[in-house]
């Protein structure tokens, strides 16, 4: 079986299109999540974020928090 690390670094060399491919899959193999986020929901945080109310995360926070997440770092 191959390694994960070894998996990763196959990807990345793919053209973006085949990566974009290669996720979907990944993504359709998972089971669904626990939780559900009404539609409603989903509009009242986006509006907060426009109106400032919500000061929201940067790019890299929002990295970090995934990749603690991935390594169970949290």
Same mark, same amino acid.
């Given at each position: 079986? +191959?390694?994960? =690390?070894?998996? /990763?670094? =196959? &990807? ?6 085949? /990566? $974009?491919? *290669?996720?979907? *899959? %990944? ?9 559900? %986020?009404?539609?409603? =929901? &989903?509009? /009242? @945080?986006? $509006? ?8 929201? +995360?940067?790019? =890299?926070?929002?990295?970090?928090? &995934?990749?603690? @997440?991935?390594?169970?770092? $949290?």
């Amino acid at each position: 079986m +191959i390694s994960i =690390e070894t998996l /990763r670094k =196959e &990807v990345a060399k793919l053209p973006l299109e085949d /990566r $974009e491919a *290669f996720a979907a *899959f %990944v993504l359709d193999t998972l089971p669904p999540p626990d939780y559900c %986020v009404s539609d409603e =929901e &989903v509009k /009242r @945080r986006w $509006e907060e974020m426009e109106s400032g109310a919500e000061p929201g +995360i940067s790019t =890299e926070e929002l990295w970090r928090r &995934v990749h603690a @997440r991935l390594n169970n770092d $949290e």
